[in-house]
T-cell receptor, first 112, second 114 residues
Framework: AQSVAQPEDQVNVAEGNPLTVKCTYS??????LFWYVQYPNRGLQFLLK??????LVKGSYGFEAEFNKSQTSFHLKKPSALVSDSALYFC??????????FGQGTTLQVKP | DVKVTQSSRYLVKRTGEKVFLECVQD?????MFWYRQDPGLGLRLIYF???????EKGDIPEGYSVSREKKERFSLILESASTNQTSMYLC?????????????FGDGTRLSIL
């Protein structure tokens, strides 16, 4: 079955420390992978995507993600967290039928 | 910038009512989607449309229908609202057929069914 898993409901990190939000996927063929962020009472905003090419993808607001085919992972990273990064993060993969499958979301809490 | 506008941010309706949620995008996107978002469940696809007058069921279409009479507008209809349809509803759009482009989302409609 095609799926996306975000194993952590919440990630806590201190401001200035590096952060990682984990994502693993299960889909046949070459995956199209996306990260989105959702601030309170807002829709989702696109952060970055992996379609092909370099395994390290850079996106908006200083975020990056590393595609690892052998581990079927696409973890979101940032070298130095900001309090304003606190939000709900979603990983998504394009299914074989062309639809997006979303993970359940991970709440990132960055404390001053 | 792409703008996806959902007509209501908050909506309160009663059980059994027919409810319309409207979504308009301004970038001539072919593809439009309706999701519902519930805590711990992520986003689940209700219906989507690849063209005017075209619709396809998503993963949870029961109790819902859609209408796409114009390219820019995609409406979600709750035929007879029930309390288990209380949720956040998100509309999205994207250009192109193969989803290598990101989806653009509206700010959502928080719907409460009493």
């Amino acid at each position: 079955a095609q799926s996306v898993a975000q194993p952590e409901d919440q990630v806590n990190v201190a401001e200035g420390n590096p952060l990682t939000v984990k994502c693993t996927y299960s889909v046949s063929g070459n995956p199209y992978l996306f990260w989105y962020v959702q601030y309170p009472n807002r829709g989702l905003q696109f952060l970055l995507k992996y379609i092909t090419g370099d395994n390290l993808v850079k996106g908006s607001y200083g975020f990056e993600a590393e595609f690892n085919k052998s581990q079927t992972s696409f973890h979101l990273k940032k070298p130095s967290a900001l309090v304003s990064d606190s939000a709900l993060y979603f990983c998504a993969v394009k299914s074989n039928t062309g639809k997006l499958i979303f993970g359940q979301g991970t709440t990132l809490q960055v404390k001053p | 910038d792409v703008k996806v506008t959902q007509s209501s941010r908050y909506l309160v309706k009663r059980t059994g009512e027919k409810v319309f949620l409207e979504c308009v995008q301004d970038m001539d996107h072919e593809n439009m989607f309706w999701y519902r978002q519930d805590p711990g469940l992520g986003l689940r696809l209700i219906y989507f449309s690849y063209d005017v007058k075209m619709k396809e069921k998503g993963d949870i279409p029961e109790g819902y229908s859609v209408s796409r009479e114009k390219k820019e507008r995609f409406s979600l209809i709750l035929e007879s609202a029930s309390t288990n349809q209380t949720s956040m509803y998100l509309c999205a759009s994207h250009k192109g057929r193969w989803l290598d482009q990101p989806q653009h989302f509206g700010d959502g409609t928080r719907l409460s069914i009493l």
